[in-house]
Every structure is written in C-alpha cells, then in structure tokens.
C-alpha cells in the first residue's frame, strides 16, 4: 500500500519534469535549426559554413527530445490511471508515437543533406522539411487535442489549460506549414502543462 502511494506521488512529477526537459530540448534545436537556415523555400535555402554547427548540434538534441516526450507521455497516461477513455487514450497513444516517428525520420533526413559533399538538389532538405512542418506538427495537434480532452474529463486539466491546449492544437494544424516558428506553440504549450503538473503535484505532497 505504500509503495503504491509513493509512485502515485511520484508519477506526476515525472511527468511534469520529462514535460520541461522535452520542451526545452525541442526548443532549442527549433531556434537553431531556425536560425541557420534562413526563411524561404527549404529546398534554396542553405547553410553557411560558420553555421553549421548550429543544424548539427539540433540534430544532437532532436532524439534526446523524443526519449523525454516518450517519458512524458507515459507518466501522463499513467496519472490518468483506469479513468481514462480508450477511444482518446488510443489516439493520444498514437498521435504521440506517430509524432515522436516523424521528428526522428525529420531529423536524420536533415541529417544526410548535411552531410553531401555537394550541393544537394533540394529533394532530401524539402523531404525533411515537410515531414516535420505538414506531418510532425500535425500528430502535435492531435495529441494536442486528444491530452487536452482527457486531462479536462478527469480533472487534471482545469478549464483554461484545457482551452489553451484546444487553441494549440489548432494554431498547429492550421498554422503548421505556413507560418514561420509556429513548430514553437507545441513545446511552450507542454511546458505549461509540465509546470502545472509540477505545481500541482507539490502542492498534494504533504
């Protein structure tokens, strides 16, 4: 019995903390990966020689990212416990693989661009590209959405984050291909989740 609650006391403070590590790491290797390249099409675009350290250590980051949103996701369905609905703990599942699936395949796209002696023809740096703009931010979305639907149907979520995480995920399906930095919405709105959990946490721990 007390073991038991120890890792109901713990479970939501791994959640909240994978939660700050993923978004920070995510965002970083966003800005750098922003700041490199400039804006335009991806596949004109190139990288100058002084700031390709920048595209290399993103690429570093990008699967540190993921193990943390791995852990994250498994602490929240964990907190969510037998309460949980199976039609949203489904897609909250697979958004979250399929995302975490499309990041990792983003980067090591980017990753072999990089790496070509010559110039590349533009089809690996559009590639990697759209998988992450059109595909990754769109499983954002969902899981976005899917999260933010069950944290509010059992209570862990109050209202205004529940409606933060509605307005992400559509900012990330609407705006996720077409405008400049949108990819930064997805990491800010986990860390806020993070720290309410976080927050929350602490406060129940006597």
């Known amino acids: 019995m007390e073991s038991s609650t120890s890792t109901r006391l713990r479970t939501p403070r791994a959640a909240g903390t994978a939660g700050v590590a993923f978004a920070l790491?995510?965002?970083?290797?966003?800005?750098?990966?922003?700041?490199?390249?400039?804006?335009?099409?991806?596949?004109?675009?190139?990288?100058?020689?002084?700031?390709?350290?920048?595209?290399?250590?993103?690429?570093?980051?990008?699967?540190?990212?993921?193990?943390?949103?791995?852990?994250?996701?498994?602490?929240?369905?964990?907190?969510a416990g037998p309460a949980e609905d199976r039609f949203f703990a489904t897609v909250f599942l697979g958004s979250g693989f399929v995302f975490v699936a499309s990041l990792f395949v983003a980067a090591a796209a980017a990753g072999t661009v990089l790496n070509e002696a010559e110039p590349p023809s533009g089809f690996g740096r559009s590639f990697a590209y759209n998988v992450l703009s059109a595909y990754a931010m769109r499983m954002a979305a969902v899981f976005t959405f899917s999260a933010s639907t069950i944290g509010r149907r059992i209570g862990v979520f109050p209202r205004p984050l529940a409606l933060l995480g509605f307005v992400t995920g559509l900012a990330l399906l609407v705006l996720g291909s077409g405008v400049p930095w949108a990819e930064l919405v997805f990491p800010f709105w986990v860390l806020v989740v993070s720290l309410h959990i976080l927050r929350t946490s602490l406060r129940r721990t006597p």
């Open 25 to 79: 790491l995510l965002a970083a290797a966003i800005v750098l990966m922003r700041t490199a390249i400039p804006s335009g099409s991806p596949a004109e675009a190139t990288v100058a020689p002084d700031e390709r350290w920048a595209v290399r250590l993103a690429l570093e980051i990008v699967p540190f990212a993921g193990i943390f949103f791995l852990w994250f996701m498994g602490a929240l369905r964990e907190q």
